[in-house]
Every structure is written in structure tokens, then in C-alpha cells.
């Protein structure tokens, strides 16, 4: 009996095991058997992770109300307290730290501190909603999504009214400005790396979204760009999942949704998906060269060393 049990014991471990590497390689992308690698647990609120100058990379810890820090080594480290419930991250002209924030619901930079200020907190009047995700373009365009509602309010237990779900442009110069209000729920948001598209993550929704943007930064109509493996029906109905997107020097898009992170060419053609041991919320290239993978969720981090190469021409 003793011989048995450590037998099946064994043979758990190594399923375990099994489940913490890439099963299938996606070409060009990851081998596989690639670990994915578990940096910590026990996070409170993972989101918004980017990369910085020196190859580590921070992430917010909304519910906390603090961004941190993974080092090279995976250590974890506090990168800035207070941060008024900060979600999605990007940097700007002279390293200034651009946010999206909850807790008083706004748009604007959070770090350093002199150059901390609110650039949008309303739309008509209406206070946001819940801001989700931001990516600043390297001619200073803000884009950001407000996913609507907190889920309390969905339940008719918000204080006041709120805008409704949507994606702004705030222009370098310039007054916000309103892209979209036709996506249930708009959460992760992306440029490619030439700037002519912008993708936007609908978690209600069954695909990726995406917009030409023109020459100064205004965007064109909307239209599905890649279909979702995760879209499957839940306790809550139908959802996809679909949060935060990434995308590599190579032009293609990683979505973090309810299958893992979805991987497609640059013309939205499904490649693989990254199964992991908890569903993702959020994801970004750093380290050397850009060519590892961090992805958040459900309180947890972790990194994949890739093939692809991410991005290097903004930090996100």
C-alpha cells in the first residue's frame, strides 16, 4: 500500500509539473516543453504589468493600492504606495508613469511625484466608471479603456451615476477625446508596433477589436480582429475573458482570456494559446532583450522564457 501511494503521489507531482510547461510549441514563439515559471503567489489585485529600462518589470497591485517591483532574480520589492488604486500602467516622454486608477476613479501620471497629475476623471459630466487599461503612443497620445460599472453597481448598488463603458484618446495636445462607446465591456488596450492599429480587448465579447488610427492619432471604425478560443459560457453567461495584449517585434498579439494567452499573426490568424495554472489577467515583455514573458492573475506572477521578442520600442 505504502509503494502505491508514493507511486500515485509521484505521478501527481510530474502531472503538476506537466501542467507548468507550454505543451505544444507555437512556432516562432515558444518551444515546447518552455516552464512557466511561478514567481510568487498571494498578491492582492494583479494587474498591469510593464517593463522597465533595466529589464525588471512592475505590476499593480490594485486592492492594495501599491505598484511592485519583480527583479531580475524574481524578487518582489514595493515600487510606489498610494497609488490610488492604479491598473494599467504606461510610461511617457521623460519617464513620467502614466495611470489609470480606480479607487478615485481617473486617468493620469502617478509618478514621479512632481509631475504627479489628473488628465481626465468625467466624460459629459459623468465620473468614469472603472478605468482598465491604458497604452501611451510614442507621439503622446493616451489611449484607455473605462470598463463601466464596478460590479457592485451592475447590481444597482452604485452610489451615482457613472459613464458608460468606452475607449478615450487623450491627444498629446489636445482635449479627450471619446473613441468608442459600443464595446460591452472594453478592458485590455494595445498599439501595434507601427501605431496604425489599435486593439482593444472586448471580455464580453467573442473577438479582439481593432481601429486604423490615422496620422494624428484618431481612430476609424471598429472591426473584429481575431476570434477568441476562450469564448465559452460561464456562471455569468457568455464572456471570452479577453483582459489585458501584448504584442512582440514581430507585430503579433498575445490576449490574456479564459483559455490562457492567446497568441495571433499580425492579421488576427490564430497561432496557439499558453495554458496556465491560473487564468491571466494581464501580461508584458521585459527582461534582456525583451524575451520574457510575464504574465499576473488571480494574484499570482509569473514569467515564460520565449522565442518571440517582445516590443522594444515603448515599454509596453
Known sequence: MKQITIAVLALAAGLAQAQDTIATAIPG???AGTKIELIREGFDGTEGPLALADGSLIFTETTANRITRIGADG????????????????FGAGGALYAVQVREPRVGIVA???????????????PFGRPNDLVVGRNGN??????GAAPGARNGQHAHAVAKPAVYRIPAAGKLERVAADIERPNGIQLSPDEKTLYVANTQGEHVLAYDVAPDGTVGKRRDFARLA??????N???????GLAVDGAGRLYVASNAGIEVFG?????LGVIALPKKPQNLAFSGPGKHT???????????????????EGRAK
Do not use: C, E, H, M
Not at 142 to 147: A, E, H, L, P
Not at 230 to 235: A, N, P, Y
Not at 237 to 243: I, L, M, N, T, V
Not at 295 to 307: D, E, K, P, Q, T
Open 29 to 31: 514563439v515558444a518551444a
Open 75 to 90: 524578487t518582489t520589492s514595493t515600487y510606489l504606495d498610494n497609488s490610488n488604486g492604479s491598473n494599467g500602467l504606461g
Open 112 to 126: 514621479p511625484a512632481d509631475k504627479a497629475r489628473t488628465l481626465a476623471d468625467q466624460w459629459d459630466g459623468l
Open 142 to 147: 493616451v489611449y484607455f479603456t473605462d470598463s
Open 230 to 235: 476562450g469564448w465559452s459560457k460561464g456562471d
Open 237 to 243: 453567461g457568455w464572456s471570452s475573458g479577453a483582459d
Open 266 to 270: 499580425p492579421r488576427g490568424d490564430a
Open 293 to 311: 514573458l510575464y504574465v499576473v492573475g488571480r494574484g499570482a506572477a509569473y514569467r515564460i522564457a520565449l522565442l518571440a521578442q517582445g516590443f
